[in-house]
């Protein structure tokens, strides 16, 4: 079931951002009808409206995160960012295939505007906010997720627990009250969210209140699954059953699922072939026209190393905890950071030739005030890649999958792919 077949159900009781109406919506849709997003274009508006609700829906990561909790935050990023990239593109391709009809010739725009405005609102209203449902609740269960397993020892079990009201799916209200052990695998494919809008939850619950609560619903807990073996056919089969998009624990895996969706398999089947390429996909300017203008562009940052004799005493001065940490404060931050082994990459013969050193009190500018930053996943690359555009060159933070800063260096190919993948951020 998809989110355009739930979307008739979504509340919306949560304050949206909002998408394009009136004259701003009727410029987009004659900019579309004139051709004006050529090739596979996504208009800007659309882009950032997918980008921006759903970024919104996954929130912000606490100050204070064990490195459990942001490996956890970096997969919903990357899911969500891959999702609304997926969507955006195929939208747009949809929206500009209504300019023509069957034969390839361009239709009256009266009939483009009509099929446009309800296609436009189908993907920026009711699906979208059933999108934004799904992330902010397998987020929220993520979170809770990470918790259960911090409390396991005193909270070893988890009751599954259902809206009881006349929304409830009837499967759904099946599992209210079913118990089984927090490390039980059944929780890998029946821990909600379990579908579009879902609102079922779990509780936590001490061995005592477990056995308290013993009924058919408790799974056996010795370990002897041949033990009353039929009262759980009901659950195996409905864990059996589940839509693959959503069998999966939020706490473990990504909020919503990317090559599953019908976005991603409309644009080409596969998340490896899903590199958006900023001048034929984002309608951005090409490096080369980004620097007819240099003179505009700031001047490189003075760095505090000027010699490869001053960087171990450089990083032991400003080192907390063995690493220098930088923030991007986003509508999803990204913590950044220098850490030990980032100093060793720096310290490498080619590193220290190219006199990487000195692009080191440009670090904290580069992250803070980007002007790009794409979730790239090519082999080469494969993480957040930061941008600055300088006067003299850009300069490209490479940060992991881990945050820690891969590389950094001044851009002197342009036609190389640090700017490729999905767009996070343009200024």
């Given at each position: 079931?998809?989110?355009?077949?739930?979307?008739?159900?979504?509340?919306?009781?949560?304050?949206?951002?909002?998408?394009?109406?009136?004259?701003?919506?009727?410029?987009?849709?004659?900019?579309?009808?004139?051709?004006?997003?050529?090739?596979?274009?996504?208009?800007?508006?659309?882009?950032?409206?997918?980008?921006?609700?759903?970024?919104?829906?996954?929130?912000?990561?606490?100050?204070?995160?064990?490195?459990?909790?942001?490996?956890?935050?970096?997969?919903?990023?990357?899911?969500?960012?891959?999702?609304?990239?997926?969507?955006?593109?195929?939208?747009?391709?949809?929206?500009?295939?209504?300019?023509?009809?069957?034969?390839?010739?361009?239709?009256?725009?009266?009939?483009?505007?009509?099929?446009?405005?309800?296609?436009?609102?189908?993907?920026?209203?009711?699906?979208?906010?059933?999108?934004?449902?799904?992330?902010?609740?397998?987020?929220?269960?993520?979170?809770?997720?990470?918790?259960?397993?911090?409390?396991?020892?005193?909270?070893?079990?988890?009751?599954?627990?259902?809206?009881?009201?006349?929304?409830?799916?009837?499967?759904?209200?099946?599992?209210?009250?079913?118990?089984?052990?927090?490390?039980?695998?059944?929780?890998?494919?029946?821990?909600?969210?379990?579908?579009?809008?879902?609102?079922?939850?779990?509780?936590?619950?001490?061995?005592?209140?477990?056995?308290?609560?013993?009924?058919?619903?408790?799974?056996?807990?010795?370990?002897?699954?041949?033990?009353?073996?039929?009262?759980?056919?009901?659950?195996?089969?409905?864990?059996?059953?589940?839509p693959e998009n959503f069998k999966r624990n939020t706490g473990k895996e990504a909020v919503i699922e990317t090559e599953s969706s019908v976005?991603?398999?409309?644009?080409?089947?596969?998340?490896?072939?899903?590199?958006?390429?900023?001048?034929?996909?984002?309608?951005?300017?090409?490096?080369?026209?980004?620097?007819?203008?240099?003179?505009?562009?700031?001047?490189?940052?003075?760095?505090?190393?000027?010699?490869?004799?001053?960087?171990?005493?450089?990083?032991?001065?400003?080192?907390?905890?063995?690493?220098?940490?930088?923030?991007?404060?986003?509508?999803?931050?990204?913590?950044?950071?220098?850490?030990?082994?980032?100093?060793?990459?720096?310290?490498?013969?080619?590193?220290?030739?190219?006199?990487?050193?000195?692009?080191?009190?440009?670090?904290?500018?580069?992250?803070?005030?980007?002007?790009?930053?794409?979730?790239?996943?090519?082999?080469?690359?494969?993480?957040?890649?930061?941008?600055?555009?300088?006067?003299?060159?850009?300069?490209?933070?490479?940060?992991?999958?881990?945050?820690?800063?891969?590389?950094?260096?001044?851009?002197?190919?342009?036609?190389?792919?640090?700017?490729?993948?999905?767009?996070?951020?343009?200024?």
């Amino acid at each position: 079931v998809s989110a355009r077949e739930q979307a008739e159900d979504s509340p919306r009781t949560v304050a949206r951002i909002t998408a394009a109406t009136g004259a701003e919506l009727d410029k987009l849709l004659k900019d579309i009808y004139d051709q004006k997003f050529a090739g596979t274009i996504i208009p800007e508006q659309i882009e950032q409206l997918n980008r921006a609700k759903l970024a919104t829906a996954l929130g912000r990561l606490q100050d204070q995160y064990d490195p459990i909790t942001l490996q956890w935050y970096n997969r919903q990023m990357r899911a969500v960012y891959s999702f609304s990239a997926a969507k955006s593109y195929t939208e747009a391709q949809e929206l500009k295939a209504l300019v023509f009809d069957a034969d390839g010739n361009i239709r009256p725009y009266t009939q483009f505007r009509a099929d446009a405005l309800a296609l436009y609102n189908n993907y920026n209203e009711n699906w979208l906010e059933t999108e934004f449902n799904t992330v902010k609740r397998g987020n929220q269960m993520g979170r809770k997720w990470l918790q259960i397993q911090k409390d396991k020892e005193a909270y070893p079990f988890l009751q599954y627990i259902a809206e009881l009201d006349d929304r409830v799916r009837e499967a759904h209200k099946e599992l209210h009250g079913f118990i089984a052990e927090v490390d039980d695998a059944i929780w890998n494919d029946i821990y909600p969210p379990n579908g579009w809008n879902c609102r079922c939850t779990v509780k936590q619950l001490s061995r005592k209140q477990a056995e308290e609560l013993k009924s058919l619903w408790l799974r056996n807990y010795d370990g002897d699954r041949s033990v009353n073996k039929s009262l759980y056919g009901p659950i195996d089969e409905f864990a059996t059953n589940m839509p693959e998009n959503f069998k999966r624990n939020t706490g473990k895996e990504a909020v919503i699922e990317t090559e599953s969706s019908v976005y991603y398999k409309k644009y080409s089947g596969s998340t490896k072939k899903f590199q958006l390429r900023p001048e034929k996909d984002y309608n951005m300017k090409s490096i080369e026209q980004i620097y007819q203008k240099a003179n505009l562009l700031p001047a490189l940052l003075p760095s505090p190393v000027q010699t490869a004799q001053q960087i171990d005493a450089w990083f032991a001065q400003n080192t907390v905890n063995n690493q220098i940490s930088y923030r991007w404060n986003g509508i999803t931050p990204i913590d950044v950071f220098f850490t030990k082994d980032t100093l060793k990459h720096m310290k490498m013969p080619k590193q220290l030739a190219e006199k990487r050193f000195l692009l080191f009190g440009s670090i904290d500018d580069v992250i803070k005030n980007p002007d790009e930053i794409w979730l790239n996943e090519s082999a080469q690359v494969k993480g957040f890649v930061f941008i600055k555009y300088y006067q003299d060159k850009p300069v490209v933070v490479i940060v992991s999958e881990k945050n820690a800063i891969q590389t950094l260096y001044q851009l002197d190919n342009p036609q190389k792919n640090e700017r490729l993948g999905k767009l996070i951020y343009r200024k």
